[in-house]
Each structure stands twice: as C-alpha cells, then as structure tokens.
C-alpha cells in the first residue's frame, strides 16, 4: 500500500509555552512531494454528509498514537477510498500537512432506539452537509480548522456523473453536492479549484464512528452562556457547563434551528466542540496509555474512509504532535462571505465567499502562517457572556464621591469592549453606596452581560428607558472585568478566528 512521504522532525521548541518533542520518524524535505495517484478501489457509497464535529472528532482521534507498533494494527480498520485518483493540475505544495475532512450519515448502524432518542429519522440526501479543512503546521504545534460552508457557490470541474455515469461540463453547484455528482474525488478536485490549498488526506467519517468514539473518551465538557433548544434535533442544553455522551454531543453539532445564525450558529458550535474535544484527548491519558488509545481508536476507525497513503506513519506523526497540545495550540474559523446571497437556476440560493479575504485565508494557510494573534500565557482571557460588549450601549454617571471615578469606569468599560456613549456626569442622587445598573427590560440580556464586567453591581429595571444602559459607579466600586463575547464577530469581509483557550469552558 502507498504511503504518504516522510514527515520533518520535530523539534523542542517553546513557541506558547509548550515542550514538543520529536517523533520517532526520521526526517522528510520541508515541501511536500507532487501528489500521486491512489491505486484503484471501490467506488465511494452514496452518502449524506455529517456536521464537522463528527469529520473532526475522527482525525483528532485516530491522530492520538503514540507508536508505530500500536497504531499499525488499528490502520488496518480504516475503509479505503480514491480520492485522488487520475488528478492532475493540483495546487503547489507548501509546509505543513492539509487534511480535507467530510462526513457522511451512517444511521443505518444505530438501533432503532437510538434514532428515536436523538432524532436520527429522515431520508440521505446524499451529499457532504459540511466540509472542513484542517491544516497542520510544518513545526506541529499548531492546528488551523477551516470551515467550508456547504452552500457555497462551487463551480465544479468536467467529471463523470458518479450515479448516472454520465460525462458532466463544468457547471455551478452548492458545495457539498460535489460528493453526489463525483465523490471524494470530485469533492477534492472542487475544494481545491476554490482555495488553492493542495489536500494531502482525505478522511471520512459517519454518525455511528463520531457517538462511540465521544463515549470511549468519556464525553466532552460543553459551556453556554443561554440555553440551547433545538426540536428538531431533540438537543436540550441549559446555561453553564453539561456533559455531553454521544448522542447528545450529536444533537449539539448537528442543531441548526437554535436561533437566526442558522448554519453559522451551528459551525461555530461545531468549532467549540471540536476544541474542546481537542483538550478532552489531551488531558484525559489517552495519548499516553496504549491500551486504552487501543480501545479508543478501534471503536472509532471501524466507520472512517480514508485516502490510501493515510496510515499509521500519519497517526504516529499527529499523536506525537499532540502531546504538546494546548487548548492555544488550536485555531478555528470559517471562510469569510460577501454577505449577499447569489440565486443560481436549477441550484437555489448560495453564500458567496468574500474575493477579498477569502484569498487571504487560503494563502495563509499556503504560507504556513497562523490564523489568530496567539495570546501570551499571562493574558487576561476575560469571563463569557451573552450579548458582545461592542452591542451594548452605555452612559456612566459617578456617584462613589471619588473625583474622575466616572471617567475612568467610563475608561474601562470601552477598554473592554462596550460602546460609551457621551461624556460621564455626576450622579443627580449624589454619593451611592453601591453600583447601580439601571436598564430598560427589553435589553436584559445587554444589562446581564454589562453586570458581568461590574462585579457586585445592582440591576434596576427602567421601563421605557431604551436600549442605553446608565451606569451610576458606587463608593463599593474595585474594577472592571474583563468580557467577551461567547464567539467572535462575524462581520462581511472579515476573518473572525478563535483559538481553542477562547472554547473550551473556564
């Protein structure tokens, strides 16, 4: 069977803090070789594609071995696909590693009862609901997630019709039909054609493969500053932390009909997922203990296809590389759009990508180079909530009886975040003892998050008063506390990224 070139050593370096120690591998040149192609195989099932979360638990889990020996026999369980089969005109290499992951409906394993209980019921549409592309670093301490969203204006290259047989023109289609009309070869063809980023694996994954191998680990810890309800994925979550086994963490990457952010709710719930699954791994033993990676990695590689040079060098590679993981080490964002939708006949309505910072996107990821601003270790992370500081509006008045106490609040509060508005007064009741936020109750929410970064504030309901919170600062006053927003704004023509430390709960 072929095998992917070798990989470059790792080095100790302390790039975050972090020890990462060299794999067992000898070295390989920094460039990746040109792409061959895979010997033939059976052709791709027909299948609907799965969130990101259960592709992504796939590669995180199969990545955590910790040597040749231990993860040879498990290679043996991954189902082969060609899926870089007769390609050619493919993208330079650069440094670091490109997986494209997808996923597909494999409900057909489950019992009846646990379709029942997590909603599973329904009809394959046969198609990739959500690809993602994962990009490890040349020195592997680093791992940027991609979203790829799946109704993506594509236009898809000349290939044979995988059902009908028939020769198909280049034409328009929504992302994640390319594995319909051509399966994971016509899927890595398009994604290619779109970014410019040469795939170096292809990996697969199904229902059944992301719940048990969730379970094997233990469950993944989630947080929420609101509860998630969600009908027709049957997901229940309330605010703060829950323990989600399986099904349930099914429910959550799956649920789309949460709120209006629709599927850029659910992608950004998937990135969280997916980070905090990342520190599950490594901090819970696995990478270090070989039989329990052992029963791990075989209860989740039964259901995963992968391209034929994936195999346990690649999985001694990543594991090793995941020791030295942190919560930083990850990074997460989806591709910017143009923000208006484009109407294509016989396709429906799709998102177009941002021409601008799109490209930007991808050549960083060509380039090597990391998506966030990586936090040192002493920064200030700042406590989650609600409603962003840069939504909520906010008037301060000093009543402590400390000259300039309510210039510097003011200060703080837009250090942080929040949008002040006019020049603070003096309080028209005088010197107060305590913090007083007063507040209109339609903006509850706003006056939630804004009593967050004043500890020990009082919250005063003020109908009728708009969306503008008056901030009357007490003689109790000690500081402001730093906020953020539970995800990152999402702007037109910007990159919004957030590193797997903003994720995971406190």
Not at 39 to 53: V, Y
Request: glycine content about 12%; some cysteine.
């Amino acid at each position: 069977m072929p095998r992917s070139p070798r990989r470059a050593p790792l080095t100790p370096s302390s790039r975050g803090g972090v020890l990462v120690t060299a794999p067992f591998r000898p070295p390989r040149p920094a460039r990746r070789r040109a792409a061959r192609p895979a010997p033939r195989r059976r052709p791709p099932g027909k299948r609907w594609g799965l969130r990101i979360g259960a592709a992504v638990s796939v590669l995180v889990l199969a990545a955590s071995g910790i040597g040749h020996a231990m993860v040879t026999g498990v290679e043996s369980g991954i189902g082969r696909v060609d899926a870089f089969k007769g390609m050619s005109n493919r993208p330079g290499g650069g440094d670091g590693l490109n997986f494209l992951v997808v996923g597909t409906d494999g409900r057909d394993k489950l019992t009846a009862a646990e379709k029942q209980r997590y909603h599973l019921g329904g009809v394959p549409c046969h198609c990739t609901d959500t690809l993602m592309l994962v990009h490890l670093s040349a020195d592997r301490d680093r791992a940027s997630v991609v979203s790829l969203p799946r109704d993506s204006y594509a236009e898809v290259p000349a290939h044979t019709d995988a059902v009908t047989g028939a020769q198909r023109p280049v034409h328009a289609i929504k992302l994640n039909a390319a594995y319909a009309e051509g399966g994971p070869n016509l899927t890595v063809r398009t994604v290619e054609h779109m970014t410019g980023v040469h795939i170096d694996h292809y990996l697969e994954v199904d229902f059944t493969s992301f719940m048990r191998s969730v379970d094997a680990v233990g469950g993944v810890e989630i947080c929420t500053v609101r509860p998630l309800r969600d009908s027709y994925t049957g997901l229940a979550l309330p605010v703060g932390k829950s323990q989600l086994n399986g099904g349930q963490a099914l429910q959550y990457v799956r649920s789309r009909h949460i709120d209006g952010s629709a599927d850029l709710g659910r992608m950004q719930r998937q990135q969280r997922f997916l980070a905090a699954l990342i520190h599950r791994i490594t901090s819970s033993g696995v990478l270090m203990n070989p039989i329990r990676f052992r029963d791990v990695a075989d209860t989740m590689l039964r259901s995963v296809r992968a391209d034929s040079g994936f195999g346990a060098g690649d999985l001694v590679d990543l594991g090793q590389a995941m020791r030295g993981f942190t919560p930083s080490s990850s990074e997460f964002t989806s591709v910017p759009l143009t923000g208006t939708a484009r109407t294509v006949p016989g396709v429906g309505s799709t998102v177009q990508w941002d021409p601008v910072q799109a490209p930007k996107l991808f050549q960083a990821i060509r380039e090597d180079k990391p998506l966030a601003a990586h936090r040192g270790g002493t920064a200030p992370r700042g406590r989650v909530v609600d409603v962003p500081p840069a939504q909520v509006q906010v008037r301060v008045d000093n009543g402590s009886g400390k000259g300039g106490a309510g210039t510097s609040v003011a200060g703080e509060l837009r250090a942080t975040g929040f949008a002040t508005a006019g020049a603070p007064g003096t309080s028209p009741l005088g010197t107060v003892p305590r913090t007083v936020i007063a507040y209109d109750p339609r903006w509850d929410r706003s006056a939630r998050s804004l009593a967050a970064a004043l500890p020990g504030a009082e919250l005063h309901p003020a109908n009728g008063q708009g969306p503008v919170m008056r901030v009357t600062v007490g003689r109790d006053h000690r500081s402001v506390q730093r906020v953020r927003a539970e995800e990152p704004p999402q702007r037109p023509g910007g990159i919004a990224t957030i590193t797997g430390d903003q994720a995971v709960c406190p």
